[in-house]
């Protein structure tokens, strides 16, 4: 069963490593597969559309591509969302719950806003029908960087260890279901071939078996393959002077290749399964660069 098989792929890992990227290019390749997908942002700032070169889609889901959507899931709107779900109307939600009274409890509840959020993903990734069919195939959750992931991830047990009863409590266990059913979800911590990256990534993943949260491949992101030979740089050396910047360049891509063999090995020892994916050089880092990454996800579709 490969990854766009699942109903909802969850990608974290450090900041910066590429969870955003991995999203848009997983998003991309399900959708050229024909599925039906929407990416669900949940970090400050939309980065999906930006990728795709396409208009973000803010609160409200929106169509980038075809069959592919997304949203940016704010605490607010997905709690004004909740609450009309319960009570039946906006008007009364609106009457109960003005803009300042939500904010006020947003506020002073921490994870309130991460129940709302992870609420709203797993509703569209396991609830969301129109008529007897599903609306999305697959929900993929650009989650937040590592510890923030893990604790939007943990929502429903933390919540579930305190309450067991009543309708929230009702609704944390069909998410808790949902997350921990390695047939429907599967997490991916993205990481690079860097020291940091790596441990975090090693910690993360060990973190996620203990919640038992299914963990699919590790991707390994920006990896670089060796590309200059020793008799190449041998050439550039003789050019002298001249060219000493293009041999520093060389000298530098070499020793982050190597670098990628050194991590790709820790990794491996630590972890089920890891995925390579190459560094890409492009200036414009847009749909060409999605579709390459693409290609080299393939193994785990
Ligand atoms: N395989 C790759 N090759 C080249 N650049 C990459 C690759 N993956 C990510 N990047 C770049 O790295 C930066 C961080 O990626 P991003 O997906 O925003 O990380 P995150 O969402 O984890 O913070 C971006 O500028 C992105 O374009
Ligand atoms: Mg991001």
Known sequence: MGLLDRRLLVLTGKGGTGK????????LAASRRGKRVLVCEVTAKERVADLLGRPQSGPQIRELLPRLSSVHVR??????EYGIMILRSEMLYDLVFGRKIVKYFLEA????????QLGKVTWHAEKDFEGSRRRFDLVILDAPATGHGLTLLTVPEVFLDLVHEGPLAADMKWM???LQDEQRTQTCVVTMPEEMPVNEAIELY???GKHSLPRGPVILNSVFAPRISEQER???ARGGPLLSAVADAADAHEARAELSVRYEKVLREKVQ????????FDRQFGIAALERIGKALEPIL
Not at 20 to 27: F, I, P, Q
Not at 75 to 80: D, E, G, N, S, Y
Not at 273 to 280: E, R
């Open 109 to 116: 509840a921490p994870s309130l806003a991460e129940i709302v």
């Open 176 to 178: 808790q279901a949902l």
């Open 206 to 208: 060990d973190a996620l």
């Open 234 to 236: 041998v050439a550039v």
């Open 273 to 280: 399964q890891i995925l390579p994916v190459p560094h890409v």
């Open 75 to 80: 605490p607010q709107t997905a709690m004004r």
């Open 20 to 27: 955003s990227t991995m999203t848009a290019a997983l998003a």
